[in-house]
């Protein structure tokens, strides 16, 4: 038999600062040309492992072996490991706005890797960065080469990303959470992209993710873990087919849940937007006149009490933007806002507010934003940060009411008065989405706006979040426009759905209605991109 290509024996990390090993006496391997996904849960340790190969981490204790084409990695020198990292191992991060240099143009950071692991000169390297960009489905190189990751889309960079992690023909390429941030379309055009990669080019393809259902179509092999152990491992039809661990069949679950309960008959109206519409003047030189650009076509919706309403669409298609006006964050949008809350059943046109009243307005209406890691204070503790509201709208609370408030609204979303004085580095993401929607609830508001407000967590934190915000709208009849790009969260919260394509609504239905019997070319297009998710709800 071919020896693999990637062969890990009882690998053991431990850091200093953790009494229990975060990867223990794990073993694996992976064949050339093969793809092995790695899965579970936040904190289970599939990065951590990553990581290990790599050795990127100065603080971890490493034991065991692991071997690249028979060469045990941890036996060598931080010179030797230089050589190997970029040349033999490629490795495509998460985030990439975050990995890649925002000073340097997309050419010179590619450039960069090719002078690193690789002797050509300028017009070699010139043509071997064109070539990379074909052939990672970035089209226009030369505009690309000069582009900034700024000035490119989310699977624009995620594909300059791989680019550079191709160019010292690496053997094989480790792709941690690599679609994280992407809508359902970009998903399997990077995934299959990179599964075609290794097919061709006979790389070791190591993909780590926390959803199952997301890597069926991609993975030759599933090795699942849990608590720094491989609990399972198997062909992926296999796995699917027949889950053998507890674990895995709870992670292949948490992705079908149903928790919207039927509206009450009815039900107060809770907002009304009409008109909602945004439009920008894009420039095109000094010379050249500006043109006017739709981000989002008017469009009309309405919530009642306790209900949730799904705005889904790909990457650009103008859910963010309708989120933004309808809270009145964009001064290029306008909207006839209607809000009807407790202290003005009737409605109070938002529209029409400015200054302090627009700010008393606001308490009504939340937002809980995408990332919680981003969107919470690193400067400020959970007491601060939740009571932050309070302070502002509620001046008359003194110190000890604010604090009474706090602990009141923490343990409402499954939180405890011990966790006051940390600060939001110490939670995990579950946690710190849990201390953001406390902050939004802590107002009391009539409507909450919900970003992507699980894209930034695994299958199973995830369906814990969304239990929980079923909760708070069955207790506090709470009105949710909840915004994502996962479907599988549309099918577990909302009533209604709005898809928006290019900033232009083209469906609108019940929940039901839409995942049996969607009306437009893009809606199916959407539902048969996550084909997996919807088939596994509905099974």
């Known amino acids: ?49 990553a990581r290990a190969i790599m050795q990127l981490d100065p603080d971890a204790q490493l034991a065991g072996t692991i ?3 028979g060469n045990d990695l941890l036996q060598m020198s931080q010179h030797q490991l230089q050589a190997v990292r970029g040349a033999q191992i490629g490795m495509v991060f998460q985030e990439p706005l975050s990995a890649l240099n925002p000073v340097l ?11 690193q692991h690789r002797s050509l000169n300028a017009a070699a390297a010139h043509a071997e960065m064109t070539a990379l960009l074909a052939r990672v489905g970035l089209d226009d190189a030369a505009r690309m080469l000069k582009s900034y990751p700024h000035q490119l889309s989310g699977g624009q960079r995620q594909r300059a990303l791989i680019a550079m992690a191709l160019a010292g023909r690496p053997r094989l390429l480790i792709a941690d959470e690599p679609t994280t941030a992407l809508d359902a379309h970009l998903r399997r055009q990077i995934l299959q992209l990179l599964r075609t990669l290794a097919q061709e080019s006979g790389l070791g393809l190591l993909l780590i993710s926390h959803d199952l259902n997301l890597v ?20 992926t039809t296999d796995v699917f087919q027949s889950p053998q661990h507890a674990y895995t069949q709870a992670l292949l679950a948490a ?13 107060a109206p809770a907002l009304a937007v009409t008109r909602a519409n945004c439009h ?59 809000l009807h809350a407790a202290h003005a059943p009737a409605g109070v046109r938002i529209d029409q507010l400015h200054g302090h009243a627009l700010r008393q307005a606001r308490r009504h209406m939340q937002v809980v934003l995408q990332d919680p890691f981003a969107s919470l204070s690193p400067r400020m503790t959970v007491a601060e940060i939740i009571g932050e509201g309070l302070r502002i709208h509620q001046p008359e609370l003194d110190a000890a009411q604010i604090r009474t408030r706090v602990i009141d609204t923490l343990r409402d979303v499954g939180l405890d008065a011990e966790m006051l004085d940390r600060y939001p580095h110490t939670f995990s993401g579950g946690q710190r989405q849990r201390i953001a929607i406390a902050r ?22 995830g369906a814990q979040v969304l239990a929980l915000l079923a909760r708070l709208q069955r207790e506090h009849g709470l009105a949710y426009l909840l915004i994502t790009h996962d479907l599988t969260v549309i099918r577990a919260l909302a009533h209604r759905v709005l898809v928006l394509k290019a900033g232009e609504l083209v469906e609108s239905a019940p929940v039901e209605q839409l995942f049996s019997q969607p009306a437009h070319p893009y809606t ?3 539902l048969a991109a996550e084909h997996l998710q919807v088939r596994a709800m509905e099974s």
């Open 216 to 235: 069926h179509d991609f993975a030759d092999r599933l090795a699942v873990m849990e608590n720094g152990r491989i609990v399972e491992t198997g062909k």
């Open 105 to 115: 143009s997309i050419g010179a950071q590619i450039a960069e890797a090719l002078l």
């Open 1 to 49: 038999m071919t020896a693999p290509l990637l062969q890990i024996e009882s690998l053991t990390v431990r850091y200093p600062a953790l009494a229990q090993p975060a990867v223990d006496a794990l073993s694996l391997q992976l064949a050339a040309g093969e793809t092995l996904a790695l899965v579970g849960a936040s904190g289970s340790g599939k990065s951590v492992t």
């Open 280 to 338: 920008y003047q894009r420039a095109h030189g000094w010379f050249k006149p500006a043109t006017r650009f739709t981000a989002l076509a008017p469009l009309d919706l309405q919530l009642v009490r306790g209900e949730t309403l799904g705005i889904v669409g790909e990457s650009g298609s103008g859910k963010t933007t309708l989120g933004l006006t309808v809270l009145r964050l964009l001064r290029e949008a306008h909207a006839e806002i209607t």
């Open 524 to 526: 199916q297009s959407l």
């Open 440 to 461: 939004a609830l802590i107002l009391q508001p009539a409507v909450l706006v919900l970003d992507e407000p699980t894209s930034a967590l695994d299958a199973h934190i």
């Open 255 to 267: 992705r079908q849940l149903r928790l919207a309960e039927a509206l009450a008959e009815g039900a």
């Open 67 to 69: 071997r690249l084409d």
